[in-house]
């Protein structure tokens, strides 16, 4: 699902072998703590929401 993706801080983010960046978490508006996960195709620019299964907490400054 295409998602809209927000600015946000203390996120975790990867890059993967195939053009693409994960990013989970993080925080956003100062005290809103995030549980998401998107994926970044850096050649299209798009975003994509991942909503399938059982979320993890919400966090942020943490590692992947």
């Known amino acids: ?5 927000r600015a946000r801080n203390g996120h975790s ?10 990013v989970f978490g993080g925080i956003s508006e100062v005290t809103r703590e995030l549980d998401d996960l998107y994926s970044l195709d850096i050649h299209k620019r798009k ?9 993890p907490q919400e966090r942020n400054i943490k590692r992947m």
């Open 1 to 5: 699902e295409q998602g809209d993706f």
């Open 47 to 55: 975003w994509c929401l991942f909503q399938r299964g059982t979320r």
């Open 13 to 22: 983010a990867v890059m993967l072998h195939d053009n693409h960046m994960l």
